[in-house]
C-alpha cells in the first residue's frame, strides 16, 4: 500500500508541504489517500481520556431524544426537514458514537463523522437555545473537529487553512512584508483626496490597536483605507501592529487548537508589545471569537479575557456615533429598506445584538428586521468555514434557503452584514439564488455618510 | 413481601437515588474545567450565576423562551406530563401519610380527586410522548429502544399506583408492583437519561455561565434572550 | 519617456486594439513590457478556487491551471511577442482586477498603463461579476499614479505618428497634472496641442442654457482661464489652439477630436467617487469619451510618478 503524503494526522508546519498540498488540485488525492488513512485509536482514546470531561459526556447522555432542536437548524430546515439533519441525530451519530466506542472507530465512520462535522453545521450554536437541557451541538461538534482534525480527517481547505496560519500567522500567504507594504500603498492610494490620512505602524500607546482579516490586505485593501478614514474623521489615535495583525482563525474551524494558539498569541503578543488601550478587531465574525472570545482560553489567559479590551468593529463604530465623533450627514441617511444581518459569532455568541440595531438607528430611515433576529437569527451559511470546503460546497448552498426567505421577507434589498464570512456568504447567496439583493460592510456606507471634519479635506486651489 | 419492600428496599432504592444523585452533581461539577470547557468559572462568576438562573428561570416557565413559544404543543405535553409528574407523586395523600406515620412530617396535600387526574394526565401525555416518538421523523431517528424502556419504567409505578387505587383486579398485585415498580424508578434515575431529573439544573447552569461569562454575557444587554 | 508599460488585458479579442497599441509602444519606446492577466477573482471565501472572470466558471488556483493560462496569453499574443520581440513578463494572478493593476502598477514602478475598454455588451460576464468588470477601467484610471492609455475602439488602436494632440480640460487638479503630460508628449513629438473645455449646458440652471449671450461671456471667460492656467506654463512653445464649445461634454471633445484629426486624446480622469455599479460602464466623461472616439485616450489624474519622469 503507497504511503500516504498529504492526507496525515500531521498539520502542515512549513512553507514545501503546504505548497505541495495546494498543488493537488481541490484535494484530489488527499481525499484519495484518506479512503486509506488509519484511524490510531490508542491516541484516539488518549485524547478522549484527556479532554473529553463531565460537560461533553453529560451533553451526549442526557439528551432526551426529544427533537426540539431540529426546527432550530438552519440546515434541517433548507434541507426539508431531512431527519439526518436534526442537530442531536448528528452529533450523536458521530460524537456521541466515539464516546460510546471509546475511540474504537474505522476509517469508513471517521469520513462519516467528517462528512457530518464540515458539511451539516457550522457552528452557530443556535441549537443550544432550543434545547430544553441547555446542550450545546454547535460546542459538541466543534470538539468533534478537534479530535477528526487529530486524525487527519479534515477537508482539504481546512487543512490547508491551519497550515497558512502555523506557517504565515494568517489565513492566507500575506507576510508581515505584504501586510506592511499594503497599508503604505493605500496612503498612497488615498492621499489625493484625503491628504492627511496616515496608517500609523507599531504605535505605542495608542488608544486603539486595528487588526484585521487577512483577505483585506490579500484582496480588499481599500476595506483597510477605510478604516482609516473613519478611524481619522474620528479623531481617534490608533495604530496597527506589524505583527500580530491577522485576527482570523481558519484553525478554529479546522479544530486545530494548537495552530488557533499560535494565531491568537500572535495578537496578544502585539498588545503587550505596543501596549494600547483597547483593540478593535475588523467587521469579522469568527476573528471576533476566534480572538476575543475563545482565544483567551487557547492561550492560557486565566482571566478568560484579552490582555486589553477588546471591541468588534459595531462597537467601535456604535460608540463613535453615540459619543458624536462620527456625524452622520441626516440627508445622507439610508433611504431604501435595508436590513441587517447579525453574524452569529458576535451576535449569539457575543452579545453584541443592541449594538447593531444602535448603529441602525443612526444611519437608517427604513431598518427592517429580519425574523427572527438577534441572539436567535439563523446562520447564513458560512459560518464554520463552510465558505470554503469545496467538497461540501452544495450542502452549504442548500443551507442557505432559510436566510434566503428570510431576506426576502422583509422586502430590503440592501443587506448590512458587518463580518467576513457572512459577507461571502450573502453574495454567494445572491450568486446561487438570484433575489436581486446588494451586500454590504458598514465601512464604505459609513464613509458615504458622515459629515468630514474640514482640517481632512484636500485644500482647494 | 410489603415489608421487605416498604422496609429495607426502600431504604435501599432510596439511598441510591439521593447517593447517586449526590455523586453523580458533584461528579459533574468536578469535572468541569475552565481550561477545557473554555469558561472561567471561577473569575466574573456573578456574571455566570446570573445567566444561569435566569437560563434555568425562563426553561421552567411555559412559554417564557422562545424554543416553547415556537413549540406550543410540545411545551404543553411537556409541562403537563412533569408537573402532573411531580405533583401527583409528592403531594399524594398516601405518600404523605407514610411520610408522617415514618419520619413524622409531610409535605402538602391535594385531594385524591385531583391526584387521579393527574396520574391519568401522566400516562396519557406519556403516551402521546410515545406516539411523537414513532411519528415525527425528527423525533423516530433520535429514538432509541432504551427511550421507550425508560419512559415505561417512568410511567409504571403512576399505572400501577393508578390501578391499585381504584382497585381494577388484585389491589395486593397491584400495589406491591407499584411499589417495586417506584423503587426501580429511583434506582434507574442517577444511572440513566432520568438523570436529568436533577443534570437538567446543572448543565442549564452550566450553559448559563457559558453565555454570561463568555459569550457575550458582559455586553449583552438585557441577558441572553432564551 | 515610458519606461515601464504594463499592459492589463483580460486575454480576449476585446484587448487586441489594446495589445496592438501597448507592443507598438513598448518596441517603439525600447520600454519593458508588463503582460498583466487577472484571470479570476476570488469568490470562494478563502479556498483555492476561483471564479473565472469571463465565463463565471470555476477555476482551481494550481500551477497546471496558471501554466495553461498563461500559454494561452502567450498564444494570443505569439505573433506580436515574435514581430516585436521586446522584453516582456507576463503576470498572471488572481483577485480583484483594478486592485492587482494598481498594485502590480506600484510594485514595478510602471509609467503608462495600457487597457482595453469594453462595455457590458461586448462580452458575457458572469453575472455577480459584471459590476467589477465595468468598475476595473473607472478604478484604475481614477487612481493610478501613472498615465492611463486607455483603447476604446478597434480604430484608436494605431499609434503612429502624433502630430495632434487634444487636451480636454475641466480645470480640476487633476486636469493640471494631465496638462503637464499633454505638454510633455507634444513638445516631444513636436506636435500642435489643442486645449479644449466643453461648457456643460446637459444640466445647469435654465437661465443659463436659454441665454446664448451668457453662454458665449462663460466661453470668453474660459478662454481667459486656458491662457492663464495653461499658456502661460508652456514657455512659449505656440503651435497650440484654444477652443471652448458648448454642449454636452463628453460629445463635444470627441466632434472636436476628430474635427482636429486627433491623434490622442489627454484628459484627466477626476471623478471623486465611483459611479453606482449599474452605470459604471459608463461612469464619466472619460469611459464616454473613450467609447466614442476614434482616438486613444490616456487619462492622467496624479502627480506623483510623473514627476519623477520629468526630472529625468
Known sequence: MDKNIFCTPNPVNDKEALDALLRDKRGQQYYDEMKRLKVDTAALQKLLNDTCRSRIRTWLEICAHCGMCADACAFYLSNDKNPEQVPSYKIQSTLGEIVRQKGNVDNAFMRYAMDVAWGKCTCCNRCSLYCPFGIDMGVLMSYLRGLLFSQGFVPWEMKIGSGMHRIFRAQMDVTVEDWVDTCEWMIEEYEDEWPNLKIPVDKKNADIMYTVNAREAKHYPDDIAEAALLFSIAGENWTVPSEGWEETSLAMFAGDWEGAQLQVKSVYDAMDRLKPKRMVVTECGHAYRATVIEGPYWAGLKSGKTPVTTLHYVEWVAEALRSGRLKIDPAKKIKEPVTYHDSCNYIRNGGLSHIGREIMSYIAEDFREMTPNGDHNFCCGGGGGLNGIGKYRQERNTGQKVKRDQILATGAKLVITPCHNCWDAIRDLEETYKIGIRWSFLKPLLLDMVIVPEHMKPKEE | ?226 | MFKKILFATTGTPSCDAAARVAFEMAKRYNTELFIINIFGIPSRSFSQVITDLRTGDEIDLHDDQLAKIKNKLERRYKQQIRDYNTPHEIVLTDGIPHTEILRAARKNEIDLIVMGARTSTQENTGAVNRHIVGRTLQSVARSARCPVLIIGRAAASFWGGISNIVFGTDFSKGSNQAFEFAFNLTKMFNASLHIFHAIDISSGPFEFTKNQEVIEDRIREVRGMIRKRYISKMEGYNDYEIDVWEGIPYVEIVKYARESFADLIVMAHHTKKMAPPEESVFGSNVEQVVLRSNAPVISVNHPARQKKIDNQ
Not at chain 2, 437515588?17 to 474545567?33: A, H, N, P, V
Not at chain 2, 428561570?57 to 409541562?79: D, E, K, Y
Not at chain 2, 419520619?103 to 410515545?130: E, K, M, R
Not at chain 2, 411523537?132 to 425528527?138: G, S
Open chain 2, 1 to 226: 413481601m410489603y415489608n421487605l419492600l416498604t422496609g429495607p428496599l426502600a431504604w435501599i432504592s432510596f439511598l441510591i437515588f439521593f447517593i447517586g444523585i449526590l455523586i453523580r452533581s458533584s461528579l459533574y461539577i468536578k469535572g468541569l474545567d475552565s481550561n477545557i470547557d473554555r469558561v472561567t468559572y471561577r473569575v466574573n462568576t456573578l456574571f455566570g450565576i446570573k445567566e444561569a438562573v435566569r437560563s434555568i428561570f425562563f426553561w421552567l416557565i411555559p412559554f417564557s423562551t422562545r424554543g416553547w413559544r415556537t413549540q406550543p404543543v410540545m411545551t404543553l405535553l411537556f409541562f403537563i406530563f412533569h408537573i402532573s409528574l411531580l405533583a401527583s407523586t409528592l403531594f399524594l395523600k398516601a405518600h404523605n401519610m407514610i411520610l408522617q406515620e415514618r419520619w413524622g412530617f409531610c409535605i402538602i396535600t391535594i385531594p385524591n380527586v385531583v391526584s387521579d387526574y393527574l396520574t391519568i394526565a401522566v400516562i396519557v401525555t406519556a403516551s402521546i410522548l410515545i406516539i411523537r416518538r414513532i411519528k415525527l421523523p425528527q423525533v423516530k431517528i433520535l429514538t432509541k429502544r432504551s427511550d421507550y424502556l425508560i419512559l415505561i419504567i417512568s410511567i409504571a409505578p403512576f399505572l400501577t399506583g393508578f390501578l391499585a387505587f381504584h382497585q381494577f383486579g388484585h389491589y395486593t398485585f397491584w400495589m406491591l408492583t407499584h411499589i417495586i415498580s417506584g423503587e426501580l424508578l429511583l434506582i434507574v434515575i442517577p444511572f440513566t437519561k432520568l438523570s436529568h431529573s436533577f443534570l437538567f439544573f446543572l448543565t442549564r447552569a452550566q450553559l448559563g455561565m457559558d453565555y454570561g461569562i463568555k459569550r457575550g454575557g458582559m455586553k449583552r444587554q438585557k441577558g441572553m434572550a432564551w
